[in-house]
């Protein structure tokens, strides 16, 4: 019976990616029939090849893939959402339960990692760029064709809130809290960032979203709440939206040093003032 029982945590853990990507599927019906009723109202004399030209634009438009994108995390945060605080944490936004999860040190010690986190993700991305450019080419053409160079505030809101709690829910909320009751911590958050990783479709980028999931399930973990994930998710993401130009500023043989031994230091300070701000207020209760 136990055997069973742990069989189908284990199952209930790797549901949500799937489950992310069907309901992504499901969007995409209503969206599609949206989009052909559009274009039948607005331009009835379109037919064969130009409507078909017409519909590729729209589908391959950075502002209709971001409003997609965006549809989909609102409704994968109200559904995996609602799973994740029923079964595991009570959704509470009482002052007084979130300055037991967010102490002084926490948030120091989730802003000290998100910035060491720029520069480790820097190198991981480095070091994988030389080992097989053609990763690089197509995450570099991912990023032009999502418009990442050029943010909108949709793109904004999604990268920065939408984006993050949506990812958070999926794998640090409902894959990681089910794997953990089936197996070791250690194995269940190695898991969980492996399904961050293929959710990002892209072998860079799902490279280093690994190592992220990896620092982001462990401070689920010291934490005991899926909150001080999301606030790190959230500022890693705004740190590499708008402050790329200050923190890789230079090129120089020393700044490059620099920024190597601030990409090990700053993630193991980061987690150390979280450690401390989590066990001073364990005291203190």
């Not at 064969?48 to 549809?71: K, Q, R, V, W």
């Amino acid at each position: 019976m136990r055997f069973w029982k742990k069989l189908g945590h284990a199952l209930l853990g790797l549901a949500p990616l799937p489950l992310s990507i069907l309901i992504q599927f499901l969007l995409m019906i209503p969206v599609c029939g949206i989009l052909f009723a559009y274009c039948f109202m607005f331009h009835p004399n379109l037919y064969g090849t130009e409507l078909y030209d017409m519909l590729y634009e729209l589908f391959e438009s950075t502002a209709f893939n971001t409003a997609f994108l965006s549809i989909c995390a609102a409704f994968i945060i109200l559904y995996f959402g609602c799973w994740y605080f029923n079964a595991f944490e009570g959704f509470s936004l009482k002052p007084v339960r979130l300055k037991k999860i967010f102490s002084p040190l926490m948030i120091l010690g989730i802003f000290v990692l998100a910035l060491g986190l720029q520069y480790t993700v820097s190198y991981i991305v480095s070091f994988t760029a030389a080992i097989n450019p053609d990763w690089l080419i197509a995450f570099e053409e991912l990023e032009d064709s999502a418009g990442i160079n050029d943010m909108t505030p949709l793109l904004v809101l999604y990268s920065v809130i939408l984006g993050p709690i949506n990812e958070e829910l999926l794998f640090r909320g409902v894959s990681l809290s089910y794997l953990h009751k089936a197996m070791p911590f250690w194995l269940a958050n190695i898991i969980q960032a492996a399904l961050f990783g293929i959710f990002h479709m892209n072998m860079l980028q799902g490279i280093y979203a690994f190592v992220l999931g990896l620092f982001l399930g462990y401070l689920c973990k010291i934490s005991n709440s899926i909150f001080p994930s999301m606030l790190l998710h959230i500022i890693y993401n705004f740190l590499a939206c708008f402050s790329t130009d200050i923190l890789f500023y230079g090129d120089n043989i020393i700044l490059v040093c620099f920024r190597l031994i601030l990409a090990v230091l700053l993630p193991i300070a980061g987690i150390y003032l979280c450690l401390s701000g989590e066990k001073k207020d364990l005291s203190a209760a």
